[in-house]
């Protein structure tokens, strides 16, 4: 079925006045100092808290 009358072009961006994209929320890692992700593992040192700390194999490029 159609719609029985069009729709305006200001009720239609009205509606998706919402659909934009927000920007990464980003943190600082304490130890070495490059942005991460919030409440993840640092993906330079692999530091997450005083606690845990993961190994990361790092590829050696010739």
Known sequence: ???VKKQSKGRTRRRR???ALSALN???C???ESPKLP???CSNCGYLNPKI???IAKEEKD
């Open 53 to 55: 700390t993961l190994n």
């Open 39 to 41: 409440h993840a593992a």
């Open 26 to 28: 980003l943190s600082v």
């Open 17 to 19: 006045s919402h659909h």
């Open 30 to 32: 304490k130890k070495c």
């Open 1 to 3: 079925m159609l719609p």
